[in-house]
């Protein structure tokens, strides 16, 4: 059934959303928005357009504007526990951070001595870990980053620890693993795999930092999953080839926001945390929502 751009599946979906929130054109006039990111205490979004090779910022009421150019090709955005932007970077092949006084410190470009593929999605954990997967699609070719033949064997899921900063492959069974992140409680890890089969499989986190018994969450079509997050419930809004698909903690599709464009990657935002920002395609949509983020990051 459909209620103007939302579509109900399941009855669980009706508390998710106001009829009346329409979808609002943020910004046009990208070619590939990925990794959006809020920052609360600065009131401002940031996403890359990576095939564009910049990081744009979007102030409500103050417009638009290039945050980073030559961001190296930068993908995923998250920000860490004392909330620093962390990057993933297609074009220098690594992870960063960046600092209060704009400086970047590498947290991670390769592994067992081989360079990394092109890190896409970033997660940092409540004890200050790092999360990140490393697909190849920023080496494919030169749109989305440099062309180049992959080193590594496997695209993994990697784990830089806070103390030490080693990082270790926690997964490496993926096809190319996308967006990632953890339950609301951190108890689950979510992982979109974005080859074949296109799903998000989902882990036990172990006191931490170990991974078992990994299963199939749900299937995304059409499209593919690629990034996507939590609301406060534990319901998964992931992006998909038609808009936003909404999954209840059971795994259950139980609703969609339809987008007129292929959605890559959305953040919770807002002073409340209840504004959905949806990177897709050449641009920047957002919904108020009736659920709120599980965490603004
Ligand atoms: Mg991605």
Request: proline content about 5%; some cysteine.
């Amino acid at each position: 059934m459909a209620d103007g751009i939302y579509e109900i599946i399941d009855d669980r979906f009706r508390a998710l959303f106001n009829g009346s929130a329409a979808l609002d054109l943020i910004h046009t006039g990208c070619r590939w928005s990925e990794g959006p990111v809020w920052f609360k205490d600065g009131n401002y979004l940031l996403w890359s357009d990576i095939p564009n090779n910049r990081m744009m910022r979007y102030i409500p009421d103050g417009g638009v504007s290039v945050y980073r150019a030559d961001a190296r090709y930068s993908n995923g955005n998250t920000r860490d526990r004392q909330g620093r932007l962390v990057t993933c970077e297609h074009g220098a092949r690594r992870v960063t951070r960046t600092e209060i006084d704009g400086s970047i410190t590498v947290i991670a470009d390769s592994f067992e001595g081989k360079r990394l593929n092109s890190p896409n999605d970033v997660v940092v954990h409540s004890d200050g870990s790092i999360w990140f997967t490393d697909p190849t699609y920023g080496i494919q070719s030169d749109y989305e980053g440099h062309k180049a033949t992959p080193e590594q064997e496997t695209n993994n899921v990697y784990r830089v620890d806070p103390q030490t900063g080693a990082i270790e492959a926690m997964v490496r069974d993926f096809v190319q693993p996308n967006g990632l992140a953890f339950s609301p409680d951190e108890t689950k890890l979510y992982v979109a795999d974005s080859g074949s089969p296109r799903h998000i499989r989902v882990f036990d986190v172990v006191a931490g930092r170990t991974l078992a018994n990994g299963r199939v969450f749900c299937t995304v079509d059409p499209g593919l999953p690629d990034g996507f997050r939590f609301d406060i419930d534990g319901n998964l809004w992931t992006s998909a080839g038609d808009g936003v698909h909404c999954f209840a903690p059971d795994g259950t599709l139980i609703g969609k926001i339809l987008t007129p464009e292929r959605v890559a990657n959305l953040t919770f935002g807002g002073p409340k945390g209840n504004r959905l920002y949806i990177a897709a395609t050449s641009s920047i949509y957002a919904v108020y929502l009736t659920t709120n983020g599980a965490a603004l990051s």
